[in-house]
């Protein structure tokens, strides 16, 4: 009997239930998981016996079965022990030969391998704190392709303007290209979702969009944050006090932090010399394009050094 996708879910559903806890949809789009394989060439790192992709939330197996066709090496974490013991059923072989390792743990605390890709499928509970996750790991797959709600992935690529940017979108943005690759309708899960979804691919940038040596990641994240926890509300507002754990970068003080603000309201002609506009602090953050808060985190440091 030749396997499917459709076929791994229903072996999957006639062994247990849905948790909705755990976010299981099973994606089972034969077109959609060839556009997540293609995703990948199409970013510049097609998928081989070279690569080592990393999968999370297996599930069924259904996009497993088409990363083992392109050759590569799949790590795939599953935190449901019912659904490993299905895909070991469904793939012994690859199992037996080293092609798929399949890890029990909860992917947001087990330390994970070194990859060239990350593809998967993921619980959509999860989508922010995998992609701070993401953020966090020290070395960078060539790309990443997820599946996410819809309204999560417009906002990731801040596709709508202003009120699609945030901190999710500006620190995802800092290090990747965000690149929508195909929507996917609830009809190409079982069980269908209630809302619509999206296939995205991320591909690192280069430091470019950072200028000089003066930019600290860290710092630009911290006032992103702190700024959009309430972005209603003027910068002047959300920026009066220092960001919170300031003091854990090296040189940061509170003092430090109210000149550099203080500056940035007295001076004009610095403000605009930096690439920020007049009246900055009185704007909303959405206001400021993501290359304006690289600007803005620059100007502030740039003030403290001179």
Same mark, same amino acid.
């Given at each position: ?23 299981? !949809? ?14 990948? *060439? ?7 016996? @070279? ?30 022990? %019912?659904? %490993? ?12 030969? #080293? =092609? ?15 990859? *060239?890709?990350?593809?998967? @499928? ?12 993401? !953020?966090?790991?020290? *070395? ?11 309204? +999560? ?6 596709? #709508?303007?202003? =009120?699609?940017?945030?901190?999710? #979108?500006? &620190? ?14 609830? !009809? ?7 809302? !619509? ?17 003066? +930019? ?8 992103? /944050?702190?700024? +959009? ?14 960001? /919170?754990?300031? @003091?854990?970068?090296? #040189? ?15 001076? *004009?002609?610095?403000? %605009? ?32 050094? &001179?």
């Amino acid at each position: 009997m030749e396997i499917d996708a459709r076929l791994l879910v229903d072996l999957l559903l006639d062994r247990k239930q849905t948790e909705r806890g755990l976010g299981q !949809h099973y994606l089972h789009d034969d077109g959609i998981l060839v556009s997540a394989i293609d995703a990948c *060439t199409e970013a510049g790192t097609q998928l081989d016996a @070279n690569s080592h992709v990393l999968e999370i939330g297996p599930g069924a197996g259904s996009l497993t079965l088409f990363l083992l066709a392109t050759g590569a090496h799949i790590t795939a974490i599953e935190i449901d022990s %019912i659904a %490993i013991e299905h895909l070991n059923r469904v793939f012994p072989t690859q199992i037996a030969n #080293g =092609q798929l390792e399949i890890m029990e743990a909860d992917a947001l605390r087990t330390e994970w391998p070194e990859v *060239t890709h990350i593809v998967a @499928n993921i619980p959509y509970q999860i989508s922010s704190p995998l992609l701070e996750r993401i !953020h966090k790991e020290p *070395t960078k797959p060539s790309v990443i392709v997820i599946l996410l709600q819809e309204e +999560f992935a417009r906002r990731l690529g801040m596709e #709508g303007g202003p =009120q699609d940017r945030g901190s999710l #979108g500006l &620190n995802t943005w800092l290090e990747h290209d965000v690149t929508s690759v195909t929507a996917v309708p609830p !009809h190409c899960f079982q069980p269908a979702p209630r809302v !619509h979804s999206r296939l995205v691919a991320l591909t690192p940038v280069s430091r470019d969009r950072t200028g000089d040596e003066l +930019f600290d990641s860290r710092l630009f994240n911290m006032m992103v /944050r702190q700024s +959009f926890e309430r972005r209603r509300q003027k910068l002047r507002t959300r920026l009066k006090k220092a960001p /919170r754990r300031l @003091n854990r970068l090296k #040189g940061w003080h509170r003092q430090r932090w109210a000149d550099a603000l203080n500056a940035l309201d007295s001076d *004009t002609e610095y403000l %605009i010399s930096s690439g920020l506009p007049e009246g900055l602090l009185d704007l909303r953050p959405e206001s400021l394009t993501p290359s304006e808060w690289v600007n803005l985190t620059r100007a502030i440091i740039s003030h403290q050094s &001179n």
